[in-house]
């Protein structure tokens, strides 16, 4: 993955709460950029996984998000297991909820598989939404 800050930690998001590890952001962004990332990141929370009452956010299947002022998206996803039965369904479902939102007019979700999916990615949010601890 060329985004050298792949591996950075956030320690929160738009709503306070804990990012997953791995999940990065843009450093250096103006503040439409960053204003634009914060919705990007807001409509990722609507997006949850058909099998697991949780967003994909707080669960840790975002990997990488960026927003560039003209509009395009781009997001590194990935799942809990390679053969989850929603892997055809759930980019898509990404594409969406990144395309709704304002200000977004191109969207590139990719799937990715490096580093493997574990629950020790889930923030504390899901962790106890799935009664974890």
């Known amino acids: 993955m060329p985004d050298d800050t792949l591996h950075a930690n956030l320690e929160t998001t738009t709503t306070g709460s ?28 609507t997006v949850y996984d058909p099998e697991i009452p949780v967003d994909i956010w707080e669960l840790g299947l975002i990997y990488r998000v960026k927003v560039e002022a003209s509009g395009d998206a781009e997001v590194d996803m990935t799942l809990t297991a390679p053969n989850c039965p929603v892997a055809g369904d759930m980019p898509e479902m990404v594409r969406g909820a990144v395309m709704a939102t304002e200000g977004i007019t191109e969207c590139r979700v990719e799937l990715v598989w490096e580093p493997p999916w574990t629950p020790e990615r889930m923030s504390e949010v899901a962790r106890l939404q799935l009664d974890m601890f």
């Open 18 to 45: 804990s990012l997953p590890p791995l999940v990065t952001t843009q450093a250096g962004i103006s503040e439409a950029e960053q204003a634009l990332l914060a919705a990007v990141i807001e409509a990722l929370h």
